[in-house]
């Protein structure tokens, strides 16, 4: 019964930022990774972020120097801070975790970056 729950998608314009959120029902003891995925219209979906228990963290090029993801585990959530957003930005975004084998999504948040 694990349910991760996002929020924070929005219309913005380019340039513009903003911070998806992603709430977990899940021991973050058993959390492997914590991500955060993206599909946009016509595309497949794409690795854009993740995290690890440690804090290590890796970027898919299109976002590094523009994105940050960070954990709180005191709330067990983790968030993307996205600056500088572009257009190509425009996606479905998806919070993801792993644990053991298994993987978990949330129902996605729209994003739209308009020009």
């Known amino acids: 019964q694990v349910q991760l729950v996002e929020s924070g998608g929005g219309l913005v314009q380019a340039g513009g930022s903003l911070r998806l959120s992603c709430v977990a029902s899940?021991?973050?003891?058993?959390?492997?990774?914590m991500g955060w995925y993206r599909q946009a219209p016509g595309k497949q979906r794409e690795l854009v972020a993740t995290?690890?228990?440690?804090?290590?963290?890796n970027y898919a090029d299109s976002v590094k120097g523009r994105f940050t993801i960070s954990k709180d585990n005191a709330k067990n959530t983790v968030y993307l801070q996205m600056n500088s957003l572009k257009p190509e930005d425009t996606a479905v975004y998806y919070c993801?975790?792993?644990?053991?084998?298994?993987?978990?999504w949330g129902q996605g948040t729209q994003v739209t970056v308009s020009s």
């Open positions: 993801n975790v792993k644990n053991w084998g298994s993987e978990y």
């Open positions: 899940i021991s973050r003891f058993s959390i492997n990774s």
């Open positions: 995290i690890i228990p440690s804090g290590s963290t």
